[in-house]
Every structure is written in C-alpha cells, then in structure tokens.
C-alpha cells in the first residue's frame, strides 16, 4: 500500500537550495572582487610562526629606521645574534632583517634593497650571516620564497592541495582569512612558540621590541648531512646579492657556527676555505674569519641554531669582530 506519492521537477528545488546559496556567491564576489578592486586590506596572513616572521621582516625592512648596522641572512642569523645586545656593544644602532633557511641570497638581496630605499644613505654596515646547511642548499622556489614576494607585492597567495583547500579558495574564505581575518584576530601559536609567545601578535611584538632578533625555542635531534659545501648556485646569486649593498656601505660576510660534534674532522679547514670563497664572490670589505667555525653541542637547540644562551655569547663574538675605530 503506498501512502504517499511525490511529483516534482528538477526546477522546483531551486527556490528551496538556491536561496540559501545566494549569500555564499555574494560573499566570494565580494572578497575576490574587493580583493582585485584594491578595496579590501592587503593581505597579512600572520597565522603561524613563518608567516608572522616572513612579514614582520618584510614591513621592517620598508619603514624607517635609525639602524646603521643591518644584519640580514637566514634563520641562523635571525635566531643567533641579538640585535639589541650587538647594538649595545657596538654603540650603533642595529636591525636584524634575518629570516628563514627557505630563501636564498636573492631574496635577502630584495630586503636588503627595501631597507635601503625606504633609508637612503643610513646604511654603514650590512652585515651577512648564514649557516654552511644553507649554503649548499639548491636556489628558492618552495612555498617561503613565493610567499614573501606574493607578500610584498601585496598579493594574495594560497598554495591548495586538497578539493577542501580548492572550494574554499573558490568561495574567498582565504582572502577573508588573510585580508580580514588576521589582522582581527590573533592566530595562537603552537608548541613552544604559543607556551612562550602565546599568539602571532606576541611574536610580533616580540620581533619589534628585539629588532628583528629572536630566540629558538625547540629542541630537535642534530640531523642531516654534515659534508657542508658551496652550492653551484651560490656564486651568481652572491653577485646578485652585492649590487644590492648600497654604495658607501661596507659588506660583512660570515658563516654562522655548526655543532662540535656533529661537524667532520677536517671541517675547520673546510670552513675556511668556504668563508673565503663566498667571499671573493660577495666581494665583501669585511670577512669576519675569527669567528668560530664550531661551538660546543650544548650551545645549540638543533643543527642550525644557538640556545638562547648559546645566541648571548655568539652575540658577544660578533660585536668583537665588527669593532669600529
């Protein structure tokens, strides 16, 4: 016995799932209309660690400031010298524009070239740490480097993997999120970083108050390959990287300490041969060749990067090598 019978056509289910529709297509025409109608704020997706420190190195290095002395390179020399401290020591003013292991000589080029135009003729020093794993690593090209230069440009970008990553690019929850979201609502870090710094804003603060310089907070297993080398790209993007030293201003070069333990019998000389080498090609006026090669295990968090500690007295050596008569 059949009780009820239904009798209907595809058409009369539109009102019923149209409507509740229209306002997810009004929603993504707005935000990607907004977003390429310039009306919505650029992007500033300060969601995790990297991209908080991406972008506050980035805004750092356009606005003004009254630092003569620029440290710049990777994640070695973001984490491995204090600003504030080098500052003190040098009776100079000092910024850490250092940034992440991901990019490359280029990409500090382009900071570099920030920091200059948005302070001409301020520079004394440009001082360039990075550490031997950098050094050997192919040229940029991953996510980090696409999204700094996305960033600056004042550009969106969004890498999808999954369909749910493709849907909601489509209905503009990601220019919502980077543009909007964001820079409304604090993004809580995770690990140590949020037991530390609890949230991205903190961790910018964070940057702000030590300029540019901050501290590794996790404990990783050293790793790795220790045959350390100069990589083949490195000697074009080094040349690169010197034409964007403003004229009057000195370059210093140094390679930042790896574990005692962990490096090859002969990697003093190893070392020495590499700092000379990236030198000649950086043409650098100041090769900061006393600085040591290794420190002590226990003075460094993982491979690449001091303790908080190990950064105070790494710090001290530095200065030492950049006096100034």
Same mark, same amino acid.
């Given at each position: 016995m059949r009780s009820h019978e239904y009798d209907f056509r595809p058409r009369d289910l539109l009102p019923i799932i149209g409507w509740p529709l229209v306002p997810v297509v009004l929603f993504a025409l707005l935000m990607h209309g907004g977003a390429a109608l310039k009306v919505l704020p650029k992007p500033r997706p300060t969601v995790d660690v990297d991209r908080t420190i991406l972008i506050h190195q980035a805004e750092a290095s356009a606005t003004r400031s009254g630092a003569q002395v620029l440290l710049i390179g990777d994640s070695s020399c973001l984490m491995d010298v204090s600003a504030v401290e080098l500052s003190r020591s040098l009776s100079r003013p000092v910024l850490n524009l250092g940034t992440l292991s991901f990019l490359d000589l280029n990409d500090y080029a382009q900071l570099l070239r920030r920091f200059a135009a948005a302070n001409p003729g301020q520079i004394q020093t440009v001082v360039l740490l990075m550490h031997p794993e950098a050094l050997?690593?192919? /040229?940029?090209?991953?996510?980090? /480097?696409?999204?700094?230069?996305?960033?600056?440009?004042?550009?969106?970008?969004?890498e999808p993997i999954t369909l749910r990553d493709r849907v909601s690019n489509a209905l503009g929850l990601e220019k919502f999120r980077a543009r909007l979201f964001a820079r409304a609502v604090p993004s809580a870090l995770p690990g140590n970083y949020g037991r530390k710094f609890g949230f991205s804003r903190d961790l910018d603060k964070f940057l702000t108050e030590n300029r540019g310089s901050t501290i590794e907070l996790d404990r990783k297993k050293f790793d790795g390959s220790p045959e350390y080398r100069l990589g083949k790209q490195l000697e074009n993007a080094s040349r690169t990287f010197r034409t964007a030293v403003p004229p009057g201003a000195k370059l210093a070069v140094g390679i930042t300490p790896a574990p005692a333990g962990y490096v090859q019998r002969n990697y003093t000389e190893t070392y020495g041969n590499m700092l000379n080498q990236w030198a000649s090609w950086l043409q650098a006026d100041i090769v900061l060749s006393n600085l040591p090669p290794v420190m002590a295990d226990e003075a460094f968090a993982r491979t690449t990067h001091l303790t908080e500690k190990g950064a105070q007295r790494y710090t001290t050596l530095v200065a030492r090598e950049l006096r100034f008569d």
């Open positions: 050997r690593r192919a /040229p940029g090209g991953t996510y980090h /480097p696409k999204f700094l230069r996305a960033f600056i440009e004042g550009e969106d970008f969004f």
